[in-house]
């Protein structure tokens, strides 16, 4: 039997051709005759011919989307193991408070006085926020977590620009594990990038970083938990080295799930650290947005803070918009309006029904989760660095050397037995690296279903069977694509086919 059937179609899973090919351009959903006896009033501006765009009728516009969402793999069909991105159950209620009508057709031109609901509510979502990292202010503007690396670069730049160290405090010290946003958001800011190596079991060199340590060290940026998954133990140390060489230590916060509640950065020495309230206190996510990343500061870069902000006066709440007073010292806006509404209802719904309890359940579960899922795959999978991890597990491909199948290979086979691939080849520091976070919210019986699946393939990939992988996704709507050619010269415009050739590519 072939696998190829006439219509395309397989099982009940659609194809969906693209609108162009798809529409009528003879047909439009309602044709009325040319009226007789008047005249255009466009005079002779109106357009010579029609504008050739295909037309639809209801019912068919409304399957060819929902076919096109029903492409997506999503958190709501099943376990999204992605690392470095907290990819998590996103309860309903969040979605229907962030739906009131009060918060989401709000203006954002609406004045102060009428905004007041709107404005408590960030204000409580800042003094969560400053709670749960110890830290005493915080800036609610930024849209992302890379945004909110750039707020808290900026501010650090301006803390030394106060000081009239603009022209020596110019080197960043960023691990070779870091996420890519780190060096670019210290080059963005003007700084140079120096990387710091990493240790044998997957943290910053301690010593390595000091030696490093200069009077023209403007900053470290570390990520922790960091991208190893793993817990960088000498944080402290490297906050008080950082600060002894008259620097500052921005932490990169995205990982903050697996520590809420249970550990505080203010404790750690941390002067600014984004959180990304779309991993940490969720919201649906991925696909480039939407995003937002609060940054807490410290009381050396509060000054500096970004406008707008929220502050309470009595009982009521201002909108500052200028750099005025407190915020006199501001480094200015990064963005139009007060940052992501929705994003903020949705947070703040996440940690009230959650409570500090809850919260802190969150940071174990999903410690437990990926310890869980690390001690079962290492059954068959080499570990990239020995020893228990925090929220995610981390594997080499070491296992699979001389066994014919890569990573990629391996990631693609995943897709046919129903599960979206964990991150791979990140971070960098691992060779073929497969990183895995389960998040806090998977049962014990969805971690099984994953881990034995993997454990199938991966027994399948020693025992030479590499068919199952060589062109795997066998059962997907498309096999291989070229990625790289696809990222490289993107097709963005859709050019109609010769009579009577084949539709494009
Ligand atoms: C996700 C992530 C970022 C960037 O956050 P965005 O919201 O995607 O801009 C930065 N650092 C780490 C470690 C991350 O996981």
Known sequence: MTNETFTGHKGLQLEVPLLFEEGSYEKAGVDLPQPSGTKSRLGDQGAEHAPHLPAFTEPQAMRHFVRLSQKNYAIDMGIFPLGSCTMKHNPRLNEKMARLPGFADLHPLAPEKTAQGALALIHELQDWLCELTGMPAVAMSPKAGAHGELCGMMAIRAAIVAKGEEKTRTRVLVPESAHGTNPATAVQCGFTVDKLPGTEDGRVDLEAMKAKLGDDVAAIMVTNPNTCGLFERDIRAMADAVHEAGGYFYCDGANFNAIVGKARPGDL????????????FSTPHGGGGPGSGPTVLSDALAPFAPIPAVVKEGETFRLIEQEEG?????FGRMVAFH??????VRALSYMLSHGADGLRKVGEDSV????????????????GYPGPCMHEALFSDKWLKDTGVGTLDFAKAMIDEGFHPMTMYFPLV??????????????????????DSLLGLAKAAKAGETERFKNAPYFAPRSR??????????????????EGAMAAE
């Open 269 to 280: 020495g941390v002067d600014a650290m984004h959180i990304n309230l779309h991993k940490t």
């Open 326 to 330: 407190d915020f006199a010292d501001s």
């Open 339 to 344: 940052g992501q509404m929705g994003m903020f």
């Open 368 to 383: 437990l989760n990926a310890n869980y899922v690390r001690v079962r795959l290492a059954e068959e999978m080499t570990q």
């Open 430 to 451: 691992v060779s073929g690296a497969m990183l895995i976070e389960p998040t806090e919210t998977e049962s014990k019986a969805s971690l099984d279903e994953f881990c």
């Open 481 to 498: 694509l070229d990625e790289t050619k696809a990222a490289r010269q993107p097709k963005l415009r859709w050019v109609e086919p010769e």
